[in-house]
């Protein structure tokens, strides 16, 4: 066999495993709690320890779209507003995709970076409704998985075509006889 070319005799074996969730699919709240002001990456690690390292802090838009919904611990979790321009009558304001309106502190604890009273974050409860909480209260937060797989540099090509497929919701493992490919 010439070893320069690619067989056409290659071994190329396929398995595919579904996981039931997608990029965008809410997956479920963070094992632990959170002041407001802890920051998005605080958020995002803290999804990536609950669920996997594809998960961070769900958007109002990711819960509003979510199907199934996941079972919810009783209390609220931190969302990312959607923000939308809104008419009041007196002009346009800011409201979240959710119907939130802004109010005067904010609905992301001031870009998630204050935990003090008066300032407010956008939260969801057990049941679905949103709601501006306090920053000074700890929460968990909705984790949705991510649409954009993390950097796979430095992994072969096979590899790194497995890690975004599976990332897309599909786990393919691709298996291919070394001798052919050398």
């Known amino acids: 066999m010439n070893k320069s070319k690619p067989s056409v005799l290659a071994s190329l074996i396929v ?3 579904t996981t039931g969730a997608s990029a965008g699919d809410f997956v479920g709240v963070t094992s632990t709690t ?5 920051g998005v990456k605080t958020f995002t690690d803290a999804c990536n320890d609950t669920f996997s390292f594809t998960a961070r802090m769900c958007t109002s838009t990711e819960i509003l779209s979510a199907t199934p919904w996941p079972e919810l611990p009783i209390g609220s979790s ?10 009041n009558g007196n002009g346009t304001i800011a409201m979240d995709a959710s119907g939130v ?10 870009g998630w970076r204050t935990s003090s009273p008066g300032d407010f974050g956008l939260s969801i409860d057990e049941v679905g409704r949103f709601a501006p909480r306090g920053c000074e209260v700890a929460r968990s937060v909705a984790c949705c998985l991510a649409g954009t797989p993390p950097s796979v540099s430095g992994l072969p090509g096979w590899a790194a075509g497995a ?3 599976m990332l897309g919701g599909v786990a393919v493992l691709y298996f291919a006889n070394r001798a052919v490919l050398r």
Do not use: K, N
Not at 78 to 87: E, G, N
Not at 101 to 110: F, M, N, V
């Open 34 to 38: 959170h002041l407001g002001g802890e």
């Open 163 to 165: 890690l975004a497929t």
């Open 101 to 110: 309106g802004y109010i005067p502190g904010g609905t992301s604890c001031s």
């Open 78 to 87: 931190w969302v990312r507003p959607v923000y939308q321009p809104a008419d």
């Open 15 to 17: 398995a595919t495993l």
